[in-house]
T-cell receptor, first 117, second 117 residues
Framework: AQKVTQAQTEISVVEKEDVTLDCVYE???????LFWYKQPPSGELVFLIR??????QNEISGRYSWNFQKSTSSFNFTITASQVVDSAVYFC??????????????FGQGTTLQVKP | DVKVTQSSRYLVKRTGEKVFLECVQD?????MFWYRQDPGLGLRLIYF???????EKGDIPEGYSVSREKKERFSLILESASTNQTSMYLC????????????????FGPGTRLTVL
């Protein structure tokens, strides 16, 4: 069965610190997709990234980077030089491939990141 | 600017009441979703719809039903509200994909915080 675990419930850092949010997943499928979503205080989740299970290259987007390691079933998210605006709840999610009405998203429990000035 | 709107940000109902949560999207998306978000549990899928009048059960459909009579509108119905349905309810939509309903970026509404007394 699919499962996503975000063991860190809450993280607190001071502005400009680097922070890594962990995500571990379980799936029996060989083809799947991994996601990160951000939920700011306004409540609306915002899509950050999608990763294909066949693409293990790390990805960098500005201060954000993602490290996908199939060997450890992990898809970690690092924010470099954190800012107060990064304060949010971050969700990791998994979907398996499928057509039509399959392949729904399974979310982790979420990690609340607080960045203090 | 893409938008998913939910009828209420906050709602208080009494046990046994029938409750309607409305969601409207203006992006002509085929897929629509209802999640509930609870502390420590992340987001859990209640129901989703991949077309008008089509619906599929998610992971926790018990006690809920849905209606999708028009493409832009997806309603969540609590037939007889109970206190354990007190939660944050999130609606989302996405374009269809051959990779499964979870593949494409989901756009979320701001959520409805429902309290059942």
């Amino acid at each position: 069965a699919q499962k996503v675990t975000q063991a860190q419930t809450e993280i607190s850092v001071v502005e400009k610190e680097d922070v890594t949010l962990d995500c571990v997943y379980e799936t029996r499928d060989t083809t799947y997709y991994l996601f990160w979503y951000k939920q700011p205080p306004s409540g609306e989740l915002v899509f950050l990234i999608r990763r294909n299970s066949f693409d293990e290259q790390n990805e960098i987007s500005g201060r954000y980077s993602w490290n996908f390691q199939k060997s450890t079933s992990s898809f970690n998210f690092t924010i470099t030089a954190s800012q107060v605006v990064d304060s949010a709840v971050y969700f990791c999610a998994l979907s398996e491939t499928g057509s039509g009405n399959t392949g729904k998203l399974i979310f982790g429990q979420g990690t609340t990141l607080q960045v203090k000035p | 600017d893409v938008k998913v709107t939910q009828s209420s940000r906050y709602l208080v109902k009494r046990t046994g009441e029938k409750v309607f949560l409305e969601c409207v999207q203006d992006m002509d998306h085929e897929n629509m979703f209802w999640y509930r978000q609870d502390p420590g549990l992340g987001l859990r899928l209640i129901y989703f719809s991949y077309d008008v009048k089509m619906k599929e059960k998610g992971d926790i459909p018990e006690g809920y039903s849905v209606s999708r009579e028009k493409k832009e509108r997806f309603s969540l119905i609590l037939e007889s509200a109970s206190t354990n349905q007190t939660s944050m309810y999130l609606c989302a939509s996405s374009v269809e994909s051959t990779g499964g309903v979870g593949y494409n970026e989901q756009f979320f509404g701001p959520g409805t915080r429902l309290t059942v007394l």
